[in-house]
């Protein structure tokens, strides 16, 4: 069983380019989630989806960013007009269902963003 | 508000030393779900284990061990005989029922272990 898998692995934009992360769930897994990590740092909640729906994008920037996750193919995690600050580590993590105690986020191995 | 605080940035230990990583959160909801997480220098997540906030039992895992105590709202990890394979940065992490379903991480701990 495939873990989630993420592409790029390492990405670099030049400032004011697109940037633009894939992500593929785990098999039977419906439940798509993005964070991202900036240098030295912790992740942080970006946004959380459902086949063909945003449930939560309470951690997205106002600006530049969205994400979608449609009905076939990955999750799409799209940044515009890229800045230096977007440089990070932007993980994709997939649950079986959102609800309930027996669910664990599965990690993908993570997409780096570098801005030049 | 979700928080998560790992007070140590940065440990140091000699192989075959115990460490222990310490974990404090703060969550309005009565029931929630701890996790910790090891990212090697290879930049992935690894999944280390969840803990239900209504089971305090403690777990046992080969060399780890997670000590969960409500009262001082922590759960602290413990590498007992540590080896150099264990060198990465540990993430805790927590997620509350009614906080949605978003993993709220603490800044994490790196650890060096060495030989």
């Known amino acids: 069983n495939a873990g989630v898998m993420q592409n790029p692995r390492h990405l670099v934009r030049r400032r004011g380019q697109e940037a633009r992360l894939r992500c593929s769930p785990m098999?039977?897994?419906?439940?798509v989630y993005w964070y991202r990590q900036l240098p030295e740092e912790g992740l942080k909640f970006m946004v959380y989806?459902?086949?063909?729906?945003?449930?939560?994008e309470s951690g997205m920037p106002k600006e530049r960013f969205s994400a979608e996750f449609p009905k076939e193919g990955p999750s799409i995690l799209r940044i515009q007009q890229v800045v230096r600050g977007d440089s990070a580590a932007y993980f994709c993590a997939s649950s079986p269902t959102g609800q309930g105690e027996t669910y664990e986020q599965y990690f993908g191995p993570g997409t780096r963003l570098t801005v030049t | 508000a979700q928080k998560v605080t790992q007070a140590q940035t940065e440990i140091s230990v000699v192989e075959k030393e115990d460490v222990t990583l310490d974990c404090v959160y703060e969550?309005?909801?009565?029931?929630?779900?701890l996790f910790w997480y090891k990212q090697p220098p290879s930049g992935e997540l690894v999944f280390l284990i969840r803990r239900n906030s209504f089971d305090e039992q403690n777990e046992i895992s080969g060399r780890y061990s997670w000590n969960f105590q409500k009262s001082t709202s922590s759960f602290n990890f413990t590498i007992t005989a540590s080896q150099v394979v264990d060198s990465a940065v540990y993430f805790c992490?927590?997620?509350?029922?009614?906080?949605?379903?978003?993993?709220?991480f603490g800044g994490g701990t790196r650890l060096m272990v060495k030989p």
């Open positions: 098999k039977g897994h419906s439940h």
């Open positions: 992490a927590l997620r509350g029922d009614n906080a949605g379903n978003m993993l709220t």
């Open positions: 989806l459902q086949k063909e729906n945003i449930i939560d």
């Open positions: 969550t309005r909801d009565t029931t929630y779900y």
